[in-house]
């Protein structure tokens, strides 16, 4: 790689030369960036059109999303459902589900997404669904837990996300540190050392992971 392709450089071209940040996406990052003490946790402009994008090639009719946060990916996943699809999205905090419900209540296909308040290792088995799709982001110290009790229910050929499986650069470290960063680390091996699933990362923003069931 030359000396002035950095990453830096690659993030903002990648800005650049896609498609334009939907308004009222743009309204729901301005909002966080704002008013959020935690507005990294987002996906963001890119990540979020790749998600949409591959929510359009897989055209769901169940997505499972581990984490709503502000709603900002959630919004984007739900742009492939089919035309009965619904998306099923969960946020343990109160205040949040509710930033995040004003924003789904906006948007033309709020009414797929259903929202579940509550820790995730509770909600998702009471959820009897067929699972095409899976995103992964919520806390990473539940990661291997999340995917253990989806995997049964993904069905044959069916997709698992898990966002931030760099941790900031951390769970690459041979000596990861913090809990996040070591949960994180583990994740990737578990995921890595499994033989039943298809797998490649994507180095997209903090790194993602995309997950074939066969
Ligand atoms: C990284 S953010 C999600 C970002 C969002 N998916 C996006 O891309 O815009 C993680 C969210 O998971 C929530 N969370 C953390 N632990 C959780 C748990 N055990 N169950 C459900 N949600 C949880 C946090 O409150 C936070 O809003």
Same mark, same amino acid.
């Given at each position: 790689? +030359? &000396?002035?392709?950095?990453? !830096?450089?690659?993030? @903002?071209?990648? !800005?650049?030369?896609?498609?334009?940040?939907?308004?009222?996406?743009?309204?729901? %990052?301005?909002? $966080? @960036?704002?008013?959020?003490? =935690?507005?990294?946790?987002?996906?963001?402009?890119?990540? /979020?059109?790749?998600?949409?994008?591959? +929510?359009?090639?897989?055209?769901?009719?169940?997505?499972?999303?581990?984490?709503?946060?502000?709603?900002? +990916?959630?919004?984007?996943?739900? =742009? /492939?459902?089919?035309? &009965?699809?619904?998306?099923? $999205?969960?946020? +343990?905090? !109160?205040?949040?589900?509710?930033?995040? @419900?004003?924003?789904?209540? @906006?948007?033309?296909?709020?009414?797929?997404?259903?929202?579940?308040?509550?820790?995730?290792a509770d909600i998702i088995p009471q959820l009897d669904e067929t699972w095409d799709m899976v995103f992964i982001d919520a806390d990473k110290t539940g990661y291997i837990n999340y995917f253990e009790l989806v995997?049964?229910?993904?069905?044959?050929? /069916?997709?698992? #996300?898990? &966002?931030?499986?760099? #941790?900031?650069? =951390?769970?690459?470290? !041979?000596?990861?540190? /913090?809990?996040?960063?070591?949960?994180?680390?583990?994740?990737? %091996?578990?995921? %890595?050392?499994r033989t039943d699933i298809e797998k490649v990362v994507l180095t997209v923003r903090d790194g993602l992971y995309l997950i074939r069931k066969r």
């Amino acid at each position: 790689m +030359s &000396d002035n392709l950095n990453y !830096e450089l690659l993030n @903002q071209f990648a !800005e650049v030369y896609s498609s334009k940040e939907d308004p009222l996406l743009a309204a729901v %990052n301005d909002f $966080t @960036q704002k008013n959020h003490a =935690e507005p990294h946790m987002l996906s963001g402009h890119v990540q /979020g059109l790749l998600l949409k994008m591959f +929510s359009l090639m897989i055209r769901p009719q169940r997505i499972l999303e581990i984490g709503t946060f502000t709603g900002y +990916s959630a919004l984007c996943l739900a =742009e /492939g459902l089919t035309e &009965d699809g619904c998306l099923h $999205t969960i946020e +343990s905090r !109160e205040h949040t589900a509710a930033i995040a @419900q004003n924003f789904f209540d @906006q948007s033309p296909i709020g009414h797929k997404i259903k929202l579940h308040t509550g820790l995730a290792a509770d909600i998702i088995p009471q959820l009897d669904e067929t699972w095409d799709m899976v995103f992964i982001d919520a806390d990473k110290t539940g990661y291997i837990n999340y995917f253990e009790l989806v995997l049964p229910k993904v069905r044959k050929n /069916g997709f698992i #996300f898990a &966002d931030n499986i760099f #941790f900031h650069g =951390e769970a690459l470290k !041979e000596n990861a540190k /913090g809990k996040s960063g070591k949960a994180v680390k583990e994740f990737n %091996n578990y995921i %890595n050392n499994r033989t039943d699933i298809e797998k490649v990362v994507l180095t997209v923003r903090d790194g993602l992971y995309l997950i074939r069931k066969r």
